[in-house]
């Protein structure tokens, strides 16, 4: 990896080291502020976020908020129960939450606060300075800043108490964002997003479009081309990994032609939990032991594989919803000596240390009936 152009790439791990340079950045903007993102509730960051970009708007510069509709159910269901921005539910949307809470019965509300407008939410909603898209169901997973047209930051950390340190249910959030410095990144970014086009041969980003031109997905392949040509190591570490056929069979081929294989995922997720452990049991069980699976205590909420070659994170799981129908965004880099993946593997290998190896198949239990159930639901 070309040392120069790494200096421009700052790893971010975790909401508590991303948080303050995001909201850093938003508040000191000059010009213009763009926010793409999937989950933004209506909690303390969700709010500072919010009162940073007013501070901004306030100085003249133009910001444009996007937030999906899509990620409205998720934002009345867990946590605080409270969205920024999706303050009205419609009768789909409530009975989709109903259902989630009766399947997850650890995210029904205790004590739910009263979900009102804010003087912020109405002072965004009402600003010259301000555009906000916050209606549209775009089915848009992907997560991102721009800042001035010269600063991008990306990865897989939404807008939200819990990515801030602990969920209600006690689970340290683990995950990455990355602050891309320059002009030339941020216009490689829209080169790939807008016209599908990679400028860069040290780094380039896999997306997935819906809403746009040209309408690709493409992450399923970019994971299958790093899984096929892994040839020593084949790390992943995911929030929700589906046992979708032609991943667990090129992920076991590999075991068999040697490469060293490793699974990390939470113990306990806070959705699809039982398809993990399915997962988790197949791959063990076929590959005789071969694959090495790691239960984290943290909640996993990262997206990474990594190969001896290269290594990617951003918002893509693998399950069908995020190959199908999600619009994703993955920043993939060369595994070579730098700072910034060098900072990346040290933190990856911290938190393999920290979790459970499992050797036994027979060990990792799951519920097959709401395996049956979360296979239409993810």
Same mark, same amino acid.
């Given at each position: 990896?070309?040392?120069?152009?790494?200096? $421009?790439?700052?790893?971010?791990?975790?909401?508590?080291?991303?948080?303050?340079?995001?909201?850093?950045?938003?508040?000191?903007?000059?010009? !213009?502020?763009?926010?793409?993102?999937?989950?933004?509730?209506? $909690?303390?960051?969700?709010?500072?976020?919010?009162?940073?970009?007013? &501070?901004?708007?306030?100085?003249?510069?133009?910001?444009?908020?996007?937030?999906?509709?899509?990620? !409205?159910?998720?934002?009345?269901?867990?946590?605080?129960?409270?969205?920024?921005?999706?303050?009205?539910?419609?009768?789909?949307?409530?009975?989709?939450?109903?259902?989630?809470?009766?399947?997850?019965?650890?995210?029904?509300?205790?004590?739910?606060? &009263?979900?009102?407008?804010?003087?912020?939410?109405? /002072?965004?909603? !009402?600003?010259?300075?301000?555009?906000?898209?916050?209606?549209?169901?775009?089915? $848009?997973?992907?997560?991102?800043?721009?800042?001035?047209?010269?600063?991008?930051?990306?990865?897989?950390?939404?807008?939200? $108490?819990?990515?801030?340190?602990?969920?209600?249910?006690?689970?340290?959030?683990?995950?990455?964002?990355?602050?891309?410095?320059? %002009?030339?990144?941020?216009?490689?970014?829209?080169?790939?997003?807008?016209?599908?086009?990679?400028?860069?041969?040290?780094?380039?980003?896999?997306?997935?479009?819906?809403?746009?031109?040209?309408?690709?997905? =493409?992450?399923? %392949?970019?994971?299958?081309?790093?899984?096929?040509?892994?040839?020593? =190591?084949?790390?992943?570490?995911?929030?929700?990994?589906?046992?979708?056929?032609?991943?667990?069979?090129?992920?076991?081929?590999?075991?068999?032609?040697?490469?060293?294989?490793?699974?990390?995922?939470?113990?306990?997720?806070?959705?699809?939990?039982?398809?993990?452990?399915?997962?988790?049991?197949?791959?063990? %069980?076929?590959?005789?032991?071969?694959?090495?699976?790691?239960?984290?205590?943290?909640?996993?909420?990262?997206?990474?594989?990594?190969?001896?070659?290269?290594?990617?994170?951003?918002?893509?799981?693998?399950?069908? &919803?995020?190959?199908?129908?999600?619009? %994703?965004?993955?920043?993939?880099?060369?595994?070579?000596?730098?700072?910034?993946?060098?900072?990346?593997?040290?933190?990856?290998?911290?938190?393999?240390?920290?979790? /459970?190896?499992?050797?036994?198949?027979?060990?990792?239990?799951?519920?097959?009936?709401?395996?049956?159930?979360?296979?239409?639901?993810?």
């Amino acid at each position: 990896m070309n040392g120069e152009l790494y200096q $421009d790439f700052t790893l971010l791990i975790d909401g508590k080291n991303a948080f303050p340079v995001i909201l850093d950045a938003v508040e000191n903007a000059e010009k !213009s502020v763009e926010i793409n993102m999937f989950i933004w509730r209506d $909690d303390e960051i969700g709010n500072r976020l919010a009162q940073a970009v007013l &501070k901004s708007a306030d100085r003249g510069v133009k910001a444009t908020i996007s937030v999906d509709k899509y990620g !409205s159910v998720l934002e009345h269901l867990e946590e605080s129960r409270k969205s920024f921005f999706h303050k009205k539910l419609n009768g789909t949307e409530k009975i989709k939450i109903w259902g989630l809470s009766v399947f997850y019965p650890e995210h029904r509300a205790k004590g739910k606060e &009263k979900d009102t407008l804010s003087d912020t939410y109405r /002072q965004l909603l !009402s600003h010259p300075n301000i555009k906000i898209q916050k209606d549209v169901f775009k089915a $848009d997973h992907s997560k991102y800043y721009i800042i001035d047209g010269k600063t991008l930051i990306l990865g897989g950390i939404n807008v939200e $108490d819990k990515e801030n340190g602990k969920d209600r249910q006690g689970r340290e959030y683990q995950d990455y964002m990355v602050k891309i410095d320059g %002009e030339r990144h941020v216009e490689n970014f829209k080169a790939k997003l807008f016209k599908g086009e990679n400028l860069s041969s040290e780094y380039y980003f896999g997306v997935n479009v819906k809403n746009g031109k040209p309408y690709r997905f =493409e992450m399923k %392949e970019e994971y299958l081309y790093l899984i096929r040509n892994a040839k020593k =190591e084949l790390s992943f570490v995911m929030a929700y990994f589906s046992p979708l056929k032609n991943f667990m069979e090129e992920i076991l081929l590999a075991s068999k032609r040697g490469v060293r294989v490793r699974v990390m995922l939470p113990l306990r997720a806070n959705f699809q939990n039982d398809t993990n452990h399915k997962t988790a049991r197949k791959l063990l %069980e076929k590959s005789n032991g071969n694959i090495e699976i790691y239960f984290t205590p943290k909640m996993a909420h990262t997206k990474l594989v990594y190969t001896e070659d290269w290594l990617s994170f951003g918002s893509t799981n693998i399950t069908s &919803k995020a190959f199908k129908q999600l619009a %994703e965004l993955n920043l993939f880099v060369k595994n070579e000596p730098c700072a910034f993946a060098d900072t990346l593997k040290q933190s990856v290998e911290e938190n393999f240390a920290l979790a /459970q190896r499992v050797t036994d198949f027979k060990q990792i239990k799951y519920n097959r009936l709401k395996t049956l159930v979360e296979g239409l639901l993810v």
